[in-house]
């Protein structure tokens, strides 16, 4: 809930949160497994900017 409101910069209720169907992480099934996408050449994510989501 808190993680939600962060990246969207809005007011989430807890009954938003319960009926959200959003994922905020990768379903890895291992450590050694490799996430689906990395969105540059040197396989770095774009830093997080709130209100931006």
Do not use: C, H, I
């Amino acid at each position: 809930m808190g993680r939600n409101a962060a990246y969207t910069g809005q007011v989430v209720t807890w009954d938003e949160a319960m009926k959200s169907e959003d994922t905020l992480a990768f379903n890895l099934q291992s450590w050694e497994e490799e996430p689906p996408f990395y969105p540059d050449k040197n396989r770095l994510y774009e830093p997080f900017r709130p209100g931006l989501g």
